[in-house]
C-alpha cells in the first residue's frame, strides 16, 4: 500500500502563490472526489484545511485552495503568509480494500 | 463543539498489545454521519491511517491492510468512546498515535495524540 506521492518540499516568498502536488492512481485520487488537505505545525495535531477536493472548512481563509486533474490533486496556497509555514499532506478516499491513505507530506517554507 | 481525548499507555513492550481509548464528548459515537479513526505518524511512515469504526444501522470496522491482521477498534456506547488494539507489536509500531472524528474521508476533529514507544 504506497503512500500518495507529494513533493518533499516547496516555498515561495510572502506574498506569493505555491502550488503542491498529490499523485495517486486511478484507484484512488483519480477515483474519487474524496480528497483532503491537512496543515500541520510542529508539535501540533494536523488540521483539515481542505475536504471534497475544493470545499474549504468554516474558518479556513480562502488563501488555501484545492483541485484535481486525473490521478493529481493539488492545493495552491495564495498570498503566501508567514504562518503558513507549516508541513502540508493529502489524504484520499482508496476503494473497500486500501480505504484511505496520506501524502508523505510536503514541507513548506516562507521565504 | 466535538472533543476527542485520548488516553493508554505510553509505553509498551515487543510482542505485548497497545491499547488506547478515545472518549468522545459532543458527539455520538453512534452517530450516523461519523466514522471513528485511529491514525499514526512516525518519521518513517508518515501519517498512516489505521482503521475505523462507525454506525450505519449496525457496526462496521475497517482496517489498514499493513495492519489488518493485529488491530482491533472497538465503539464502547456506554461510556461513548472507541478503542485501538493493537497486537504483536514491534519497534516499527513506534509512533504518535491520533484519534480522529471523519466524514467522507475529511478528518475534522483530532485528539491531542499519544506517543507509544515500544521498547522492553
Known amino acids: 500500500q504506497a503512500a500518495l506521492t507529494q513533493p518533499p518540499s516547496a516555498s515561495g516568498s510572502p506574498g506569493q502563490s505555491v502550488t503542491i502536488s498529490c499523485t495517486g492512481t486511478s484507484s484512488d485520487v483519480g477515483g474519487y472526489n474524496y480528497v483532503s488537505w491537512y496543515q500541520q505545525h510542529p508539535g501540533k495535531a494536523p488540521k483539515l484545511i481542505i475536504y471534497e477536493v475544493t470545499k474549504r472548512p468554516s474558518g479556513v481563509p480562502d488563501r488555501f485552495s484545492g483541485s484535481k486533474s486525473g490521478n493529481t490533486a493539488s492545493l495552491t496556497v495564495s498570498g503566501l503568509q508567514a504562518e503558513d509555514e507549516a508541513d502540508y499532506y493529502c489524504?484520499?478516499?482508496?476503494?473497500?480494500?486500501?480505504?484511505?491513505?496520506f501524502g508523505r507530506g510536503t514541507r513548506l517554507t516562507v521565504l | 463543539q466535538v472533543q476527542l481525548q485520548q488516553s493508554g499507555a505510553g509505553l509498551v513492550k515487543p510482542s505485548q498489545t497497545l491499547s488506547l481509548t478515545c472518549a468522545i464528548s459532543g458527539d455520538s459515537v453512534s452517530s450516523n454521519s461519523a466514522t471513528w479513526n485511529w491514525i499514526r505518524q512516525s518519521p518513517s511512515r508518515g501519517l498512516e491511517w489505521l482503521g475505523r469504526t462507525y454506525y450505519r444501522s449496525k457496526w462496521y470496522n475497517e482496517y489498514a491492510v499493513s495492519v489488518k491482521s493485529r488491530i482491533s477498534i472497538n465503539p464502547d456506547t456506554s461510556k461513548n468512546q472507541f478503542s485501538l488494539q493493537l497486537d504483536s507489536v514491534t519497534p516499527e509500531d513506534t509512533a504518535l498515535y491520533y484519534c480522529a472524528r471523519a466524514a467522507y474521508w475529511a478528518f475534522a476533529i483530532w485528539g491531542q495524540g499519544t506517543v507509544v514507544t515500544v521498547s522492553s
Open positions: 489524504c484520499s478516499s482508496a476503494g473497500n480494500i486500501n480505504f484511505g491513505m
